[in-house]
């Protein structure tokens, strides 16, 4: 685990590896100009062993570093690590002013604290990259502290604060855009794997079972499931696909629990919400017929209600059945309650309630914000 961050897959691993890679080289290309600017300025030197001392220390890292990277990158990503470099910069830069003797044309820590900004940035993300210049650029105040000469401009300071905190925003945004990418591949590739998978097995069958069943109900549910897994294998993620019309949504869900098990479900919206974000409606739509199969299958109600109506910057939603019920103190709640309702109004920072009595039916209460 990095710095708090879940164990990656082989594919994320491996981009990280390349960024990785990517600031390593340009640490090495840094070093190489601290040690030239340090061999064309070391006449302007006053301390010369304390800004040699300091260029090892910036050599030894960059070298350990290169190590890790080959043998384990994920070492990189770890907090003593990261944060050992910004100090190394921030040390560079603070330490400018004492090795220098008066007017030097380069500054000791040269680009090479940079890297640390990146590094920073690629861990903890754009807002890590910043906090990582706002560090640096303490450490080119303090130079000025020290320093016999009279202080920059504050417009000096500030483009160099600028400056490493493009460099550190920019690297962990691109970073946080790479690992989005590389999900939505991985995703790609699994759902063509399983398509592949299914294609000819279960697909073909449901196709076989509406073609002979003489059963229009079960040939019915055959062809509902047969287009949800179409959607799923070939189509795009649920709270794409929603329509953003949360009414028709609703009696989509309603429509299918009625042909599926038999069972009356009416939908009344007092008010219409109007447009709502996709994935909203994909919840509150997944909600309620996750909730409307429980009411038919474990339930055994005749009748469901659907019901919908804003409510301030909410959407409130309720299912109630006519169903057997159950005592919610004794009965604890299924998979499907917790993964497919609290799980998705959870995705949209939503919440559920649920209010059931043996013999009086059940209430499933949803609220999602607008």
Known sequence: MAWGRPIPNPAEARL????????????????????????????DLSRPFVAGALAAAALAFTAAATVLLRRSSAWLLRA?????????GFVLLAADGWVYGGEHPQSLGSAWPLAGAMSIGIVVGPTGGIVAAMVLGAGRIVATLLDELPP????????????????????????????AA??????????????????????????????RST?????????????????????LPDDHRASGDLTTELRAAAGRCERRHGVRAEVIVVEDPGRLPSATVAALAGAVGEALTNAAKHGHADRVVVYAEPEDDEVFVSVKDDGDGFDPAVVAEGSGLRRSVRGRMDDVGGRVEVVSQVGRGTEVRLWAPI
Not at 80 to 88: C, H, N, Q, S, W
Not at 189 to 196: D, I, L, P, Q, T
Not at 204 to 211: D, G, I, P
Not at 215 to 234: G, K, P
């Open 152 to 179: 920059p401009s504050t417009l000096s300071l500030l483009s160099t604060g600028v400056l490493y905190g493009l460099a550190g925003a920019v690297a962990g945004f691109a970073m946080r855009r790479l690992r």
């Open 182 to 211: 590389e999900m939505e591949i991985s995703a790609a590739r699994a759902r063509e794997e399983v398509a592949r998978t299914l294609h000819d097995g279960v697909l073909q069958t449901l196709a076989v079972v509406q073609r």
């Open 16 to 43: 990280e590896r390349s960024v990785l890679a990517g600031v390593a080289t340009f640490r090495w290309a840094a070093l190489a100009w601290l040690a030239t600017v340090l061999v064309v300025s070391r006449g």
């Open 80 to 88: 003593p690590v990261a944060v050992a470099e910004l100090g190394l």
């Open 215 to 235: 059963d229009t109900d079960l040939a019915a549910l055959a062809r509902d499931q047969e287009r949800e897994l179409r959607d799923f294998l070939f189509g």
